[in-house]
């Protein structure tokens, strides 16, 4: 269980069920089947991120970033409330691996989450134009607002990609 | 869940009988002495586990907890890479330690966790008088994080701080860490709780 350092001035890691909106370069380690979210705007070359943990919020409110149908809505508001065009939206969804064979519950909460996000993304009408989804095993991303909106992932079998 | 000095002194105490059980079995199979921290409880935000399982690789043995109470929660023999493959190592009597991990490795950490985390169950139900049985193992050997997070999803629906009960056990002679991580439902808490407030007062 080895510490690291978070929220540094420049430098935000998302952790499970928050959310970030910005221009500075935001993290989110170790996804398994949770899914990291990102929304650019190229134009405004700001972006958001929520590291989303469950397919459905049912009528939950406190931490719109932890659900798929409220993570979307609420990086959107946010975006455009820092002046972003809806058109100028693109999103990304990185995650939703499936990290243990099934259980007697549903362990595989992978696919859920991310099938809930891409119709989520559909409902408000926000492109999906890159997705790194599915698998059996984890990924750290970082992505970089104001560098074109580039998006590196750390795989667990040590390789790097860039998107 | 807030819990007061004498629920969390219980909880301790409880996971105290518990690790020391695992303890004694690991101790056995690895035929060496085992050191043990005193079991930690602690209230973590579920945004605020990265602070405690990183991106390091490492063995992540899972058991749902089956019995009386259902769902009880989860039960998480953690090791990291170099201590599993130390583990193997250490019960058949090789030496190379930066061989990368392997098949007779999982199976090692599958049958290790398992007796280790039957014995702990076994000591714990026995103590609050209910029955408590590990489902069969899963693995993953991955970023620490990612297949930490996946038990989380399966409790935290509705809560966003979980309790952790952790206990550290040690084997110096080969250099092998591992941990053994408790992560019950809230329900099972209570539940917990009222079995050991009862176990208090027949003892007061």
Not at chain 1, 123 to 150: A, Q
Not at chain 2, 60 to 74: K, L, N
Request: proline content about 4%; hydrophobic content about 40%.
């Amino acid at each position: 269980m080895s510490g690291y350092t978070r929220d540094t001035a420049d430098k935000i890691n998302v952790g499970i069920g928050e959310f970030s909106v910005g221009s500075m370069t935001m993290t989110s380690i170790g996804l398994g089947s949770c899914i990291a979210l990102i929304i650019h705007d190229d134009y405004l070359k700001i972006g958001a991120v929520a590291h989303i943990m469950l397919p459905e919020s049912k009528g939950r409110d406190e931490r719109p970033g932890k659900f798929a149908d409220t993570a979307v809505p609420l990086l959107k508001t946010e975006l455009i409330k820092r002046g972003s065009k809806p058109r100028s939206l693109q999103a990304t969804i990185i995650g939703g691996a499936r990290m243990f064979e099934k259980f007697r519950g549903d362990l595989d909460i992978g696919s859920r989450n991310i099938e809930a996000v891409s119709q989520a993304l559909k409902v408000h009408c926000i492109p999906l134009v890159t997705e790194e989804t599915g698998g059996t095993s984890g990924r750290s991303i970082t992505y970089i607002p104001t560098n074109g909106g580039t998006i590196t992932i750390k795989q667990a079998n040590g390789e790097w990609k860039e998107l | 869940m807030d819990l007061n000095e004498k629920q969390l002194d219980a909880l301790q105490e409880m996971g105290n009988i518990g690790a020391s059980h695992a303890a004694t079995s690991l101790s056995q199979m690895l035929m060496n002495e085992i050191s043990m921290t005193v079991p930690e409880v602690k209230k973590i935000d579920i945004a605020d586990i990265s602070d405690y399982f990183g991106e390091e690789i490492c063995a992540m043995v899972v058991f749902e907890i089956q019995g009386t109470i259902d769902p009880a929660g989860y039960i998480v023999y953690h090791v990291p890479l170099k201590s599993a493959i130390r583990m193997t190592n250490a019960m058949i009597g090789m030496q190379d330690e930066d061989r990368e991990i392997n098949e007779m490795d999982e199976s090692a950490l599958l049958e290790v966790g398992n007796i280790m985390v039957s014995h702990f169950l076994d000591a714990t139900a026995e103590l609050l008088g209910i029955v408590m049985l590990p489902s069969p193992p899963q693995l993953a050997i991955d970023m620490a994080h990612a297949s930490f997070e996946n038990i989380v999803a399966q409790v935290a629906l509705d809560i966003n701080e979980i309790l952790l009960f952790s206990t550290e056990l040690k084997e110096s002679e080969n250099g092998i860490q591992s941990t053994i991580v408790l992560l019950p439902e809230e329900n099972t808490l209570t539940e917990i709780l009222s079995l050991l407030d009862n176990l208090l007062e027949q003892v007061s």
